[in-house]
C-alpha cells in the first residue's frame, strides 16, 4: 500500500529534526574541541610546554574538518528543508557560531607559537606578564565555555552574562597592555619577551571577543533580534521583555 501523504510529511519531518539535531551536535562537539585548544594553548603557555603547544597546532586540523563538515549541514538543510522562521534561525545562528569558533582555533593556534618560541628564551617561570596571561586566559576560558553552554541550553541569561564579561576583559586587557609597556621602556632587555607576551594577551582579548560574538548569536536565534551593534542596557531590556 502507498504511503499517504501524511506519513510522507512525517518521515520528512523526522528527517528534518535528525538534520538539525546533527547540525546541533557537530556545532558542540567543534566547540568542546575549540574549548580544549584554548585551555592547552594557556596552559603551554604558562607551563612553557613545547610538546602540549605542538598538540595544540595539531589539533587545528581537527577543528578545520569539523567547520567544513558543519558548512556543508547548515547549507544542505537550507537548499533541502527549506526551514521557517526559528529553525531558519538556529541554521544562521549555527553557521555564524562555526565561524567565531574557528576563529578562536587560529588564535589558540597563535598562542601555541608564541609559546613555543618564548620557550626558547631565557626568562624565569616568574618573568613579567605571565599573570597577566593566567588571569585574562582564565577569564575568557570561562566566557567561552558560557557561551558554549547558553547555546546548548537556549538560555538569554548566560549569554546575556558573557556580553557584560566582555567589558571587564577589556579593561584588564588595556590596563596588562599599559602596564607591560612600562616594563619595556624601563628595562630594554625584556622587550623580545614583553612583545611575544602582549601578542598572547592580544590573543586572548580577540577570543573573549569571539565569545561574545557567539553570545550574541544564541540571543538572536532565541529572540529573533540583532544585538551585535546594540547598547549593553538595550540587550538587557531585550532579555527580560
Not at 582579548?205 to 538572536?220: F, K, L, P, T, W
Request: aromatic residues 4%.
Amino acid at each position: 500500500m502507498p504511503h499517504s501523504g501524511t506519513d510522507h510529511q512525517h518521515h520528512i519531518s523526522q528527517q528534518f529534526n535528525k538534520d538539525l539535531t546533527m547540525l546541533r551536535e557537530h556545532l558542540m562537539l567543534m566547540g568542546g574541541l575549540v574549548e580544549q585548544q584554548v585551555s592547552q594553548a594557556i596552559t603551554a603557555m604558562t607551563a612553557r610546554d613545547t610538546e602540549l603547544a605542538e598538540q595544540v597546532r595539531d589539533q587545528d586540523k581537527q577543528v578545520n574538518a569539523l567547520e567544513k563538515t558543519i558548512d556543508r549541514e547548515w547549507v544542505n538543510v537550507i537548499a533541502m528543508r527549506q526551514p521557517a522562521a526559528s529553525d531558519l534561525r538556529l541554521v544562521v545562528a549555527s553557521a555564524k557560531i562555526v565561524n567565531d569558533l574557528e576563529r578562536v582555533g587560529d588564535e589558540a593556534k597563535k598562542i601555541a607559537k608564541i609559546s613555543i618560541a618564548l620557550a626558547g628564551l631565557d626568562v624565569s617561570d616568574s618573568a613579567r606578564g605571565f599573570v597577566e596571561v593566567r588571569n585574562i586566559g582564565r577569564q575568557v576560558l570561562g566566557m567561552l565555555h558560557n557561551a558554549l553552554d547558553a547555546f546548548a541550553r537556549f538560555d538569554t541569561e548566560a549569554a546575556f552574562q558573557v556580553i557584560k564579561e566582555d567589558e571587564v576583559v577589556d579593561s584588564e586587557y588595556k590596563s596588562a597592555m599599559r602596564s607591560l609597556v612600562t616594563v619595556m621602556m624601563e628595562d630594554p632587555r625584556t622587550i623580545t619577551h614583553i612583545l611575544n607576551i602582549m601578542w598572547v594577551l592580544r590573543a586572548l582579548e580577540r577570543i573573549g571577543d569571539h565569545a561574545c560574538n557567539v553570545s550574541q548569536h544564541v540571543i538572536y536565534l532565541i529572540k529573533g533580534q540583532d544585538v551585535r551593534h546594540i547598547s549593553i542596557s538595550d540587550t538587557e531590556s531585550l532579555i527580560v521583555r
